[in-house]
């Protein structure tokens, strides 16, 4: 079992306020764990509460995208910028989200080979697209989306969950932020 979170070495002047020790223990209830993506941003909390209330926000807060929805564009943003640590996190979220493991690794491998409803397949291929060739997002784009059922808040989230994770995925890359070791028995 490794204990590395990043190939950083940041020092923290401070402690842990008690709010953050709280959350952490929340973490610790909910999931089993602190991720590590919170461990490595716990240096600055500043930094780890803007990073927690934009992923609260896009991830966990009630909108038209179901949480596994939110998940598969983590991983197929992921999958193209090739982010162990959120190919590795988001990967367990969705086989435990769908119940599917073989869906789980589908997803990290190649969306596109998945069984996916159009709903599905269309968010996807725009959340691609943006993170691929984001010049390219044209009216035509956005329409698939609304023909696929979308809203235009829906396209918005979309969007914001893809450039999140692009952020994420470049920040990880930079740092060679590790995932939890227990993530990669998640929902096996």
Excluded at 56 to 77: F, P, Q, S, Y
Excluded at 128 to 133: C, N, Q
Aim: aromatic content about 8%; some cysteine.
């Amino acid at each position: 079992m490794s204990s590395k979170v990043t190939a950083l070495h940041i020092d923290s002047n401070e402690t842990l306020s008690e709010k953050t020790l709280a959350y952490f223990d929340l973490c610790e209830e909910k999931l089993g764990l602190v991720p590590n993506v919170l461990k490595a941003y716990s240096f600055d909390e500043s930094k780890l509460g803007a990073f927690t209330d934009m992923y609260n926000d896009l991830m966990l807060a009630e909108c038209g995208l179901t949480k596994l929805e939110r998940e598969m564009i983590a991983v197929a943003v992921s999958a193209v910028n090739r982010c162990f640590y959120c190919l590795t996190a988001h990967g367990a979220a969705v086989r435990e989200l769908s119940g599917d493991p073989v869906l789980g690794e589908l997803m990290v491998m190649n969306y596109r080979v998945a069984e996916l409803n159009a709903r599905q397949r269309a968010m996807l291929d725009f959340a691609v697209k943006l993170t691929e060739r984001p010049a390219e997002i044209l009216e035509s784009d956005r329409q698939a989306l609304r023909d696929a059922g979308f809203s235009d808040r829906d396209i918005w989230d979309i969007a914001s969950v893809a450039g999140f994770f692009n952020m994420s995925n470049r920040v990880a890359a930079a740092t060679d932020m590790r995932p939890n070791d227990e993530y990669h028995s998640r929902a096996r």
